[in-house]
Nanobody
């Protein structure tokens, strides 16, 4: 399985951006997918999970602003980021793991990672 993330860029605070992550070599219909982010000098943190059956979970910091979704036919998951804040500035990574029985928010549990895409939202 390989993951290709895209869609990052520069957006003023308050704006929106949509990230995409396409899986090759593995069907997302049987994978738990997640988005993480890492800001300079900080640890990688959980942002959102899109589980194999379509349920979504979010960190408190993005709840109500970010929306995760998936298109099994395109083998792609998305992260729509609304009302961006300067503190959302980070490299965003998508990741996958074999489907499990519950949502997982810890990076070490995910076995395949995309290359990261930079999101910058200046004040």
């Amino acid at each position: 399985v390989q993951l290709q993330a895209s869609g990052g860029g520069l957006v003023q605070a308050g704006g929106s951006l949509k990230l995409s992550c396409t899986s090759s070599g593995g069907s997302i219909s049987i994978l738990d997918m997640a988005w993480f982010r890492q800001a300079p000098g900080k640890e990688r943190e959980f942002v959102a999970a899109i589980r194999w059956a379509g349920s979504t979970y979010y960190s408190d910091s993005v709840m109500g602003r970010f929306i995760g979704s998936k298109d099994d036919a395109k083998n792609t998951v998305y992260l729509l980021m609304n009302s961006l804040k300067p503190e959302d500035t980070a490299v965003y990574y998508c990741a996958s793991k074999p489907r499990g029985s519950t949502v997982v928010r810890t990076p070490p549990s995910y076995v395949v990672w995309g290359q990261g895409t930079l999101v910058t939202s200046p004040a």
